[in-house]
């Protein structure tokens, strides 16, 4: 089966402060977004990349990847996004030729996924799974409360059993078919492509996620982010 990856990279990254697009902000020299690039085409299933670049920023993120070594035996294609991470990932699945049966949606915001974790997904799909997540169990206790306007303290409601929680992290695998008609069909507010397979009541699976696939979010994640790297590198 032939799998492409789907990397939206379309957001602005305000959380991490003022300045470049997230994508674009670099890791020890390279922007985030060939650091994402790279570990989706380190898999040697994947034969297609198809980036979402800022509306605007296509013809530059186009220029970026060139100017970067990446893997020949994948291709690169870059589009323009939307408003929202859903709108982005729908103009990038719509971008992909005809041929490919398996899709990961991969954020450009966590780009030191290993490969193992890639392929790890990859498999799960070729296994049979419509949707696969990788995940991780939680450390922090979590709990739903009811959002107060203001400085008002924000009253508890309940405590969900930490042990049967997972936080998800990307790339996320699909058989294309699931994922286009879960973008075809399912609307509202959602922040992750497996919740809208949930919504047409299909399965969702989930399989080992990885520490160093954490989401580049916050000042403190770059910290983190570089160290990885530089103890790659030792
Ligand atoms: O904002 P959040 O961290 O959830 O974004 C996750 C990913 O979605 C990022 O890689 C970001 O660039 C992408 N995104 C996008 N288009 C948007 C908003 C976010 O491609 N309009």
């Known amino acids: 089966p032939r799998t492409a990856a789907v990397i939206p990279a379309a957001g602005r990254g ?13 890791l020890n020299g390279t922007p985030m977004l ?12 994947v034969s297609l990349v198809v980036v979402v670049a800022p509306p605007d920023g296509a013809p530059d993120v186009r220029r970026l990847l060139d100017a970067h070594s990446l893997p020949e035996r994948t291709d690169y294609l ?9 709108e982005s990932v729908r103009l990038g699945l719509d971008a992909l030729p005809e041929g490919f049966d398996i899709v990961l949606v991969h954020d450009a915001a966590r780009p ?12 799960a799909v070729r296994d049979g799974a419509p949707a696969v997540v990788p ?8 709990k739903e409360v009811e959002p107060a306007s203001g400085s008002a303290p924000e009253p508890v409601v309940a405590t969900p059993e930490r042990a049967r929680l997972r936080a998800v992290q990307t790339p996320q695998g699909f ?21 809208m397979v949930e919504r047409l009541g299909r399965k969702v699976v989930v399989v080992p ?7 580049v979010t916050r000042p403190l994640d770059l910290v983190l982010a570089e ?3 530089a103890r790659r590198r030792a």
Request: charged residues 25%; negative net charge.
């Open 112 to 123: 030191l996924v290993p490969v193992e974790t890639v392929d790890a997904v990859i498999e």
């Open 34 to 45: 060939v650091h994402a690039v790279r570990a989706m085409a380190a898999s040697r299933a």
């Open 135 to 142: 995940a991780l169990p939680l450390a922090d206790t979590v």
């Open 175 to 195: 058989a294309y078919e699931t994922l286009a008609e879960a973008h075809r069909t399912v609307t509202g507010e959602v922040t992750d492509d497996a919740s």
């Open 14 to 26: 305000v959380r991490l402060g003022p300045g470049a697009p997230k994508a674009l902000r670099t």
């Open 78 to 86: 870059v589009v323009p996004g939307g408003e929202t991470r859903q």
């Open 209 to 215: 996620g990885h520490e160093e696939a954490f989401k």
């Open 227 to 229: 160290a990885v790297l």
